[in-house]
């Protein structure tokens, strides 16, 4: 079974700082799609940054770059020069050709 | 490109009465999902369609939940009876493949009073 795990519920950072969010997964399918996408306090679900599990290099997309380590099983997040706009939930989620699964989500509050 | 088209984008109802969802996935797209949120359990898949086909319905919480897409265009959630414990946000998604990312409509509101 798929499985997606995020063990920070709620993360604090300092605006202009970068900080790192955690996620881990557990697939038995060797392509596998890792996505993360954020949901500010007004509702929607945005797309940030895609890893694909046979990409050799990081994905990165402005701020946000993807830290796969494919051994550990892990696809952190890392935003670089928190804004406060960057105050939100964020989703892990994976993709194995037969469903979507989301993890439990990270608040980050961005301190000014 | 639109994107997921929801309505309504809120519900308010009374514990008995049926409630359709709808949703307009982004042309093109052949997967479709239907996702519940609530603090308590996060976002939880309720079912997902592949080429207007039911493909995984396992996470529909009970008979009451129904769901279906008679065409490409177009997928309905229905609640029959609502109950209180119904009351969430209901988010539908499309994609055109899974390693495509997953595009969320607005989300409809659901209270069930």
């Known amino acids: 079974a798929q499985k997606i795990t995020q063990t920070q519920p709620g993360m604090f950072v300092q605006e202009k700082e970068a900080v790192t969010l955690d996620c881990t997964y557990d697939?038995?399918?060797?392509?596998?799609?890792l996505f993360w996408y954020k949901q500010p306090s007004s509702g929607e679900m945005i797309f940030l940054i895609y890893q694909g599990s046979y990409d050799q290099q990081n994905a990165t997309e402005g701020r946000y770059s993807l830290n796969f380590q494919k051994a550990r099983k892990s696809a952190n997040l890392v935003i670089s020069a928190s804004q406060l706009g960057d105050s939100a939930m964020y989703f892990c989620?994976?993709?194995?050709?037969?469903?979507?699964?989301f993890g439990p989500g990270t608040r980050l509050s961005v301190l000014p | 490109d639109a994107g997921v088209i929801q309505s309504p984008r809120h519900e308010v109802t009374e514990m008995g009465q049926e409630v359709t969802l709808r949703c307009k996935p982004i042309?093109?797209?052949?997967?479709l999902f239907w996702y519940r949120q609530t603090m308590m359990r996060g976002l939880e898949l309720l079912i997902y369609?592949?080429?207007?086909?039911?493909?995984?319905d396992s996470g529909m919480p009970e008979d009451r939940f129904s769901a279906k897409m008679p065409n490409a265009s177009f997928s309905t959630l229905k609640i029959q009876p609502s109950e209180p414990r119904d009351s969430a946000v209901y988010f539908c998604?499309?994609?055109?493949?899974?390693?495509?990312?997953?595009?969320f409509g607005n989300g409809t509101r659901l209270t069930v009073t």
């Open positions: 369609f592949n080429n207007n086909v039911p493909i995984d």
């Open positions: 042309s093109g797209h052949n997967s």
């Open positions: 989620a994976m993709s194995t050709g037969q469903n979507f699964v």
């Open positions: 998604a499309t994609t055109g493949g899974f390693n495509s990312p997953l595009h």
């Open positions: 697939t038995s399918d060797p392509s596998y799609g």
